[in-house]
C-alpha cells in the first residue's frame, strides 16, 4: 500500500521442506541413549538399541564414563513446515528543513516452525515439536519476532541512518541445558550509518554497528 509519503506491507509466507539435508546431533544421540545428568539412561546391549550403541566409542565398557566418541552422518532430515509473517511500514517527510526524513518498521515473526520427529537406527531421538522461539534443537536459533526501527535524515549527497533492531528471547531445548538455565532474553542493538554519495558514482559509507 502507498498513498503519499507512506508506505506499507503486510506478506505472509509458508514453505515445506521435505527430506532436508542436515547432520545429526551427536549430543542429541547420546541423550537417547545415556540420557542426561537429571536425568540419567542406560541402554547398553537393551534390544532394539544395538544399532545405536554401535554409533559410540568407549574405552572399556559401554557406559557414559567410558564414551569418547559418537558417529553423526549427514543425513535427509525429517520435513520440517515454516510459516510466518513479514510487516513493513515507513512515511517519508519530504522539504523538512530542507531535508528528507524516512522513518520506518520493520519486523518479521515466525508463527510455526514444525518439525517431524527425527528416528536414527530405530530410535527417536527428538520428537515432533514446533520450534519457535527455540535454539538448541539442531535446527539454529529460531526467534519468533524479530523487528527494527529507524530514522534515516538525507539532505543531497548525505545521509545518517540510525537504527534499534530487536531479537525476541528463546528457550534452549537441548538435553545438555539444565532446567532453570534455558531461557534467554530478548536484546536490542542500535546502528549509526553515514553515507556520502561522492562525484564519479562512489558512495563513501562509515557505521558503528551495536553502538552501546
Known sequence: VQAGGFKGSLDYWS???KNPIGTEGGTDLAAAFFGTATAPLNFCGVAGYENLQRRFTFVGACSPANLIRRRVNVVNGPQEDVSGLDA?????????????LLVGVDASYTLQYERDALI???VQIQAAQDYAGTRGSGVGSIPDLRGSVYADVSTGEHSVRFSTRYIAGVTD???SVI??????????TH???YRWQ???K???SASVLNLT
Do not use: I, K, N, Q
Open 198 to 200: 561522492m562525484p564519479s
Open 191 to 193: 546502528d549509526l550509518v
Open 88 to 100: 513493513s511500514l515507513s512515511y517519508l517527510f519530504d522539504g523538512l528543513f530542507a531535508a528528507e
Open 120 to 122: 536414527v537406527e530405530g
Open 179 to 188: 532446567d532453570g538455565h534455558r531461557d534467554m532474553g530478548s536484546f536490542l
Open 202 to 204: 562512489t558512495t563513501f
Open 15 to 17: 514453505f515445506a521442506f
Open 173 to 175: 531445548v537441548g538435553p
